[in-house]
């Protein structure tokens, strides 16, 4: 019997290339670029209008969150009715993860060879021994001293191996009849994703007196690049495509709920420092990803507003640019190479554009012919 695809959910892949690039300027900006402000002198009125968009690049981790929970919804939108109903094959599912996470992640380890003799310095022998054997397995992510081995965003991919072997089986929840239990069910998993935030924060165990994204201690590095804080995310957006499923695709409310996800983000990034990191960069903004989600996945102004070809084609990369984006930058400029094009000037601007390109090229001529060969040898 031919199992028959879901829809595209286009307005989401649209919706990616703002959370990757978001991560790339994180990582390569500074976020005080990104505040805005424009000056119009009219008689008597002198205005000066303001889009302050520092607290978003300033808080680009949380994209990594939002990543973590729409990897969830949208495995469960396309696999959920299939699990439920006992027809999901699950080796064959695992094939298919394999060979759509791996040929990127490979590369990735590959380009970032240049970082060899950095992380020889910086760990242990025994450690830098883990970090040889661990990474390629997909299992760095469990030891925080060398969970961002050799490429800092390659640690997601060891918590997202990790949630894919457990889906199959989280997938099977049953799905009550109506919204309210499954509504009931994403608080209790919000609560539970917010309880490893809490703890660092009434036991400061590195005795860290404000942390921020600048800091380091042992027990922030487990809170931010380990699985289990995260595994909460990647289950609440399991069980919202359960309520996914109860909402029409045309009800007023999906605009609604993407509209408010989208300015209660705002609002509590444009907080700071008055919203504790511990919480902000994970657990916190569950719910209103999930309402963003919500509202995206369904026929209004604000999903055709985000789901327009350029950005779902670019967003289509949006792993690849996420993955491969700190070995890009580092041979943009480790080569030198838009000082000897006279391109300098325009920089970081350029790179960010260089970047966006690289990635859509290892998307079609990397990423999607392996996954195509290993599909066929691996029968997935």
Known sequence: MEIRKPDRLNALTGLRTFAA???????????????????????????VPELNLAPVVNAGYASVSFFILLSGYVLAYNYGKRARDRQLDTVRFYKARFTRLYPIYLLSLLLAWRNLPGEYASHTHGMFLAGMILAPLLLQGWIPEIATFLNTPAWTMSAESFYYFLFPWVVRIRRPDRPEPIVARLGIIWAIGLVPGILYILLNP????????????????????????????????????????????????????????????FFLLWLGSAVPYALVHDGLLMPMFGCIILGLSGDNPLSHLLGIRPLVFIGEASYCLYLLHFNFWNLIHDTHILDHLGLARFDPWISYAILIALALLALHFIEKPAQRRLRNWMHA
């Open 21 to 47: 690039v978001n991560i790339v300027l994180f990582h390569f900006s500074n976020p005080d670029w990104f505040h805005f402000k424009a000056h119009f002198a009219l008689p008597l009125v002198h205005w």
């Open 206 to 265: 590195d005795g860290i007196p404000h942390p921020d994204r600048y800091s380091y201690g042992p027990w922030l590095q487990a809170l931010k690049f380990t699985p289990l804080p995260h595994l909460a995310s990647f289950v609440f957006g399991v069980v919202l495509a359960q309520l996914d499923e109860l909402i029409p695709r045309a009800s007023r409310r999906r605009f609604v709920l993407g509209v408010f996800g989208f300015a209660a983000i």
